[in-house]
């Protein structure tokens, strides 16, 4: 398949929806989410549809990753200082962050998903992505403190270390259950305190807590 030329018309697509950051835009461009998808899945790939990744769990889709790391970026250009994210899954969206920011830390609690992140991004040659195995409703603290905190699993509340481990001036973006679904938080932490807003519904899978 000429995937390139599919991504650019998956690229215009997210343009028309709204996200506007060139770094989000291009990373979009250049990752090839069809190398995160079981082989029957490829002709999806550039479709804005959600995906099965095994174990139970899926990448979100395009237009959700893209508008997430928009959100998480708060409009810097170039790129942005470390990123956390929580809940690694098939690797995608920690690929789509290594263009975008320094560093990358992303936490999966699903050994099998971690293994997979690691063979999907091991061809893609990304010194500044590290992938840790563990339960990331605890953060990774060691790798902070974080100019941004991004979640691919939706919790009931916000886990404090999430919050500790924020840079001063860093945003975190998460699915929290809201108003019996679900709907994106945005944290920004000020010298004045945390500010909070809820956006638009989202669907992503639970956060859960220890490894499996
Ligand atoms: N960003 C991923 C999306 C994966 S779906 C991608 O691009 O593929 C969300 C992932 O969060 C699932 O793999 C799930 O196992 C993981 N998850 C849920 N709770 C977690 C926790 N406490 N710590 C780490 N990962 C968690």
Same mark, same amino acid.
């Given at each position: /398949?000429?995937?390139?030329?599919?991504?650019?018309? /998956?690229?215009?697509?997210?343009?028309? $929806?709204?996200?506007?950051?060139?770094?989000? =835009?291009?990373? /979009?461009?250049? !990752?090839?989410?069809?190398?995160?998808?079981?082989?029957?899945?490829?002709?999806?790939?550039?479709?804005?549809?959600?995906?099965?990744?095994?174990?139970? $769990?899926?990448?979100?889709?395009?237009?959700?990753?893209?508008?997430? !790391?928009?959100?998480?970026?708060?409009?810097?250009?170039?790129?942005?200082?470390?990123?956390?994210?929580?809940?690694?899954?098939?690797?995608?969206?920690?690929?789509?962050?290594?263009?975008?920011?320094?560093?990358?830390?992303? !936490?999966?609690?699903?050994?099998?998903?971690?293994?997979?992140?690691?063979?999907?991004?091991?061809?893609? =040659?990304?010194?500044?992505? @590290?992938?840790?195995?563990?339960?990331? /409703?605890?953060?990774?603290?060691?790798?902070?403190?974080?100019?941004?905190?991004?979640?691919?699993?939706?919790?009931?509340?916000?886990? $404090?270390?999430?919050?500790?481990? =924020?840079?001063?001036?860093?945003?975190?973006?998460?699915?929290?259950?809201?108003?019996?679904? $679900?709907? =994106?938080?945005?944290?920004?932490?000020?010298?004045?305190?945390?500010?909070?807003?809820?956006?638009?519904?989202? @669907?992503?899978?639970?956060?859960?807590?220890?490894?499996?």
């Amino acid at each position: /398949m000429d995937s390139l030329a599919v991504r650019q018309r /998956m690229v215009q697509k997210l343009a028309g $929806q709204g996200v506007t950051d060139p770094l989000v =835009l291009s990373a /979009m461009g250049s !990752i090839e989410r069809h190398r995160f998808v079981d082989s029957a899945l490829v002709n999806q790939a550039y479709e804005d549809t959600s995906l099965p990744i095994g174990l139970g $769990q899926t990448i979100s889709k395009p237009g959700v990753v893209s508008r997430m !790391i928009e959100l998480l970026r708060n409009g810097v250009s170039g790129p942005m200082g470390r990123v956390l994210e929580i809940g690694t899954g098939c690797g995608y969206q920690a690929a789509v962050l290594s263009c975008v920011a320094t560093e990358v830390y992303s !936490i999966e609690r699903l050994r099998g998903l971690h293994d997979k992140a690691r063979d999907n991004l091991r061809p893609l =040659l990304l010194p500044n992505v @590290h992938l840790l195995f563990g339960d990331g /409703m605890a953060g990774y603290a060691k790798g902070g403190p974080y100019s941004g905190i991004i979640s691919a699993a939706g919790g009931d509340a916000l886990p $404090q270390a999430w919050v500790d481990q =924020l840079a001063m001036g860093g945003r975190l973006v998460a699915p929290v259950v809201h108003a019996g679904g $679900q709907a =994106l938080l945005v944290v920004d932490k000020t010298p004045q305190g945390l500010r909070q807003s809820i956006l638009e519904a989202v @669907h992503f899978v639970p956060l859960k807590s220890g490894v499996a």
